[in-house]
Every structure is written in C-alpha cells, then in structure tokens.
C-alpha cells in the first residue's frame, strides 16, 4: 500500500461528487423528496406512503441519472409513468417532469448556499495530486461544475465525466461502468491502475463490475456493510483515514 491507503500501482483517482467530495447528498434527498412527496400525494391521496429520504434514497436514488432515479423508485411503488422530453415542465406528470422538478428544487437549495466541500476529501485531493496522480470527477449531476465552482474544488481535477458529459457521449449511467470507464480512458489509465472513490450502493456496483484496481466505500451514513456487499475493497468514514 501506498501512504494514501491505496495498492501500489494506483496511477488515477476516480471520485463520486455527492457524499464523497461534496455534502450535497442530504440536499439532494431533500429535494426528492419534496418532489416525490407532493407527486405521490396528487396520485395517491392522502393514503400515500411518502418517500423515505434515507431508506428509498439510498435504494433506488443515490448515484444513479435523475431520469433514472424517478423510474427506479417509481417503479418500486408499483408506477409507471409517461417517458415525457428533457424539456417537460415541472409540473408535468411524466419522468422528465419529475426530474425537471427536483432540479429545479435543487438549483434554488444550492444558490441558497446549500453547498459545502468535506475537508478531509479536499485534503486527500491535494495529497493525491502531490503524488502526481491523475483525478477525475464522476458524477450522474448535470449540475457537477456548478457544484464544483460553487465550494472551489474545480480546479483539483484533470477530467470530469458528469451528466452533460454522459448525455452528449450517451454513455448509460451507475450502476453501470461506463462514466468510471470514461474518465480512466480521459486520464490515459487502464481500469486496472484506477481507484474509484464512491458513497453509493449503485457506485459500488460500477467499480466492481469496470475491473478497477480499487474501490474505497465512503460510508457517510452507516451503511459500510451495504458498500462491502456491493463490491468495495475499503470502507472509510472519511477519506483522511486513508491517509494516516
């Protein structure tokens, strides 16, 4: 191991945004679940059992697109909606609508100063650059450089592979592999020599189904059993640990 707790011959580091560089996980929940919460109580009534910002965010919400996101924890409720166009409104009853109405509730939480970088990621970022090795950010978020601007952390990666970039090269997202796959191919690094750094169960799975070298669980809500079982070599609570 190398004194960033990784295997020798790590050449890149491949980090998740939200709940690995950025805390914007819980605003994130919030946001859907001010979304699906008013969705479900219009088509359910009042019987309507509402979204779980922990449990259904973490299942079938955390690290996948927004579209895929609405269709995941829709269909765990047993609904299915109208595909609708990425420019739906966002008081359209389709997907797109849906996720049209939790960006937009995101925005407004973000410019509202909602947005703060983990210290000890921001730490490991530097440390890992010292040591000349490559970084990337991957990220489903089509808002990831706005994020990014927003805490200062834009400049401390080489790549980003994020939801515009995954739109215009139609790559599918988490849990499959190909934004991971993308970013190592950017930073000229084969998936062997690449760490992904990931908080979400989704993210676990496109680690360890990409073949990378290694796959730290960032386990920032008590979950490190889940990371474990969804492929992940090590599970921190914060990325410090790795560089004591």
């Not at 000890?120 to 490559?134: E, I, N, S």
């Not at 995954?166 to 690449?194: C, I, M, N, Q, Y």
Request: charged residues 25%.
């Amino acid at each position: 191991m190398t004194q960033l707790g990784l295997p020798d011959g790590i050449q890149a580091c491949l980090f998740d945004l939200d709940g690995v560089v950025t805390k914007t996980a819980v605003v994130h929940a919030a946001a859907w679940k001010e979304t699906f919460d008013a969705f479900l109580c219009a088509y359910e009534g009042e019987q309507a059992r509402p979204f779980d910002a922990r449990a259904d965010y973490d299942e079938y919400v955390d690290g996948r697109p927004r579209a895929d996101g609405v269709r995941t924890f829709l269909a765990s409720r047993g609904i299915h909606l109208p595909e609708g166009t990425p420019d739906d409104p966002p008081d359209a009853r389709t997907v797109h609508g849906l996720g049209n109405r939790k960006n937009g509730l995101l925005l407004a939480r973000i410019r509202a100063g909602g947005v703060e970088a983990y210290d000890g990621t921001l730490r490991y970022l530097q440390a890992v650059r010292g040591l000349g090795l490559g970084t990337a950010i991957v990220s489903s978020s089509a808002n990831c450089r706005d994020v990014l601007r927003a805490v200062g952390a834009e400049h401390l990666f080489d790549v980003r592979v994020d939801g515009v970039v995954a739109a215009e090269r139609h790559l599918p997202g988490k849990p499959r592999p190909d934004t991971f796959l993308a970013a190592a191919h950017d930073l000229g690094v084969e998936p062997p020599r690449a760490a992904v750094f990931e908080d979400a169960l989704a993210g676990m799975d496109a680690g360890r189904a990409g073949g990378f070298g290694y796959v730290v669980g960032v386990d920032r809500v008590g979950q490190a059993e889940a990371l474990y079982a969804h492929g992940a070599d090590t599970v921190v609570r914060d990325l410090d640990e790795l560089a004591r």
